[in-house]
Structures are given as C-alpha cells and as structure tokens.
Nanobody, 115 residues
C-alpha cells in the first residue's frame, strides 16, 4: 500500500504565498508521477501540476508563472510553492501518486485565499 501525507495549507491573503509538502511512503513503483490536484466547492477536481520520476513537469495554465513544484525522488517527497495567490486558488489540494500499481491520493489540505 501507498500512503500520501500533505502539509502546509492554510489561510492567506491575496498576493501571498504558501508552500505545500507531500510525503509518500509504502510500495512505490518506478516510473511514476507525483502531482497536485485541487478541488473547489461545487467543482471537479483538476490538475495543478504533475512531475514524472524522470523530471517531466506539466503545469495547468491557470498556475503557470505563479506556482512551482519540485520533487525529491530519494525521499519520495513533492513540494508546491504557490506565489501570487488569488481567491480563485481557494480549494482543497490533494497530492497524488500514479504508478503501475494504481493512483493514490492524500487526504487533502485546505488552501483559502482571502480577497
């Protein structure tokens, strides 16, 4: 089994910054992709960014230039630095790990951006 634990969410004013972390443990196959998704109330879960174990990174257009992500393959950890936050970034952010064994999700962490 795989466990994902997120941390770092919270409340911030528009224009502020937050950094999320995700730590994966368990039976993790390579290659894989770690990613951040978010779900706002009444909306579908959407991709924010994902990074493959080889380093290919894909950002959603809505966060390009404001968010940056990195991962540490040795530690199975992924980070999301969110700058210039907007109220529309308010959502529950989920860490995800996709391997040949399946897709796994963290419990989510709330990010709230006040105007």
């Amino acid at each position: 089994q795989v466990q994902l634990v997120e941390s770092g969410g919270g409340l911030v004013q528009a224009g502020g910054s937050l950094r999320l972390s995700c730590s994966a443990s368990g039976s993790i196959f390579s290659p894989n992709a770690m990613g951040w998704y978010r779900q706002a109330p009444g909306k579908q879960r959407e991709l924010v960014v994902d990074i493959t174990s080889s380093g290919y990174t894909n950002y959603a257009d809505s966060v390009k230039g404001r968010f940056s992500s990195s991962r540490d393959n040795a530690e199975n950890t992924m980070y999301l630095q969110m700058n210039s936050l907007k109220p529309e970034d308010t959502a529950v952010y989920y860490c995800s790990l996709q391997t040949r064994g399946g897709r796994y999700w963290g419990q989510g962490t709330q990010v709230t951006v006040s105007s």
